[in-house]
């Protein structure tokens, strides 16, 4: 697990709360995860992304950045910073299709979880203990190798509309370095578009 303080942006009168996060893959308790979330279990008040929907940390950080900023200027879309992350990441403005097209279902086998330390009793070491306690699967180092190893192209290419771009041969396709910053620029694009259109 890491914790990520990000910078506020300029002119932003509050600073930014510290997110812990962690990325898991081989996720094979993801159907009782879900449940805990759907449920409410103030136990579960975690995000959940399914880490297959995700190119890079540049992706994953956009989405952080702009969620921590509606939090701290209240103005979330959704019921909390948790969801207003996995809201973040999509291409349009529709919630319920943001959840199911990024947020964790019963078939995620890779998973981005993260907390957002609105209070003080969410430390670092309670979060990591209750994480390695409830989440069956293994947990990997955060860098770009690792997403791009539990990217799933086809997903991508799909979830945020991207016609424009060859088309995988297989389902867990590999973007060529080169065309990783071109892939990325895109998904961001469609994500941060939505808040102008």
Request: no cysteine; hydrophobic share 40%.
């Amino acid at each position: 697990m890491i914790t990520i303080t990000l910078p506020p942006l300029p002119g932003s009168d509050r600073p930014y709360p510290a997110v812990h996060l962690a990325l898991y893959t081989n996720v094979r308790n993801a159907a009782f995860l879900h449940s805990q979330l759907i449920a409410g279990n103030k136990d579960f008040d975690y995000g959940f992304i399914d880490a297959s929907m995700i190119t890079s940390t540049t992706h994953l950080l956009t989405a952080l950045q702009r969620s921590l900023q509606a939090y701290v200027s209240n103005t979330l879309k959704t019921r909390n910073v948790h969801s207003e992350i996995v809201f973040s990441l999509s291409p349009n403005n529709n919630i319920s299709k943001a959840f199911t097209t990024f947020g964790i279902t019963a078939a995620s086998k890779t998973l981005f979880v993260f907390k957002v330390v609105t209070s003080p009793d969410f430390t670092a070491a309670k979060i990591d203990s209750h994480l390695k306690a409830s989440v069956e699967g293994d947990e990997v180092e955060i860098n770009d190798d690792a997403i791009r190893g539990t990217a799933d192209m086809k997903k991508i290419l799909g979830g945020y509309r991207i016609q424009d771009w060859r088309k995988p041969d297989n389902q867990k396709a590999e973007v060529a370095r080169d065309d990783q910053g071109a892939l990325e620029r895109k998904v961001i694009d469609a994500m941060v578009l939505k808040y102008v259109a």
